[in-house]
């Protein structure tokens, strides 16, 4: 059974500072593996999606890596803002047959204070 | 272009009544997923339906829920005889296909008194 685990569950920084979320997932068989931002009271918005041929995937300020040997994905925040403040999610697809349903960690919550 | 859209946003229902969730996939999206987020955990899935069929149900509890996606028009999560442990955000999330990135609307929060 699949699990994914993220660390630090809350993390608070100055603005300004960059920063690294983790993710772990048990499985190293995944198909890819997707980071989502969720703010209060609202659903999900897709970060980066890292197919497992990749190593990694860049959005502007965010930069994912995937390493899958050894099942785990950092995300990292560059020159980090108060607008960031969220909670981050990781989630990864196994592949096979109908398998698409995403495997979320419990999140890390982020506040950038200025 | 409109992304998914979830409704009601809140929903209230007393225990022992229905609840019933809808949502509308992004345009030209087949495929739904419905994933449930308790009070400090984590979202997990619950049921996967492409039109008028459901492939994966594996994380829907077995007695009370129920899930459809018709042919016309949105896809529907019910649950029956609710109980206070039903209180939870109920996402729903479309894709073009099965590994195509899932967008998600922004949830029902439904709050069992």
């Known amino acids: 059974k699949q699990e994914v685990t993220q660390i630090p569950a809350a993390l608070s920084v100055p603005e300004g500072e960059n920063l690294v979320l983790n993710c772990s997932f048990t499985?190293?068989?995944?198909?890819?593996l997707q980071w989502f931002r969720q703010d209060p009271g609202k659903g999900l918005t897709s970060l980066l999606l890292?197919?497992?041929?990749?190593r990694e995937q860049t959005s502007g300020r965010l930069n994912a890596s995937l390493d899958k040997s050894s099942g785990r994905s950092t995300l990292y925040i560059a020159a980090s803002q108060p607008g960031d403040s969220a909670t981050y999610l990781c989630?990864?697809?196994?592949?096979?047959?109908?398998?698409?349903?995403?495997?979320f960690g419990k999140g890390t919550l982020l506040t950038v204070n200025p | 272009n409109a992304g998914v859209m979830q409704n009601p946003r809140h929903l209230v229902r007393r225990r022992g009544q229905e609840a019933r969730l809808r949502c509308s996939p992004v345009?030209?999206?087949?495929?739904v997923y419905w994933y449930r987020q308790l009070p400090e955990e984590g979202l997990k899935f619950m049921v996967y339906?492409?039109?008028?069929?459901?492939?994966?149900e594996s994380g829907m509890p077995k007695e009370r829920f129920s899930a459809e996606f018709p042919k016309e028009g949105p896809s529907i999560l019910r649950i029956q005889q609710v109980v206070r442990g039903d209180s939870a955000a109920y996402f729903c999330?479309?894709?073009?296909?099965?590994?195509?990135?899932?967008?998600f609307g922004d949830g029902t929060r439904l709050s069992i008194l």
């Open positions: 999330a479309s894709s073009l296909d099965g590994y195509q990135p899932q967008h």
């Open positions: 499985d190293s068989a995944i198909y890819n």
């Open positions: 890292i197919q497992s041929s990749q």
């Open positions: 989630a990864v697809i196994l592949p096979g047959g109908s398998n698409y349903k995403l495997t």
């Open positions: 345009k030209g999206h087949s495929h």
């Open positions: 339906l492409q039109k008028e069929n459901i492939i994966d």
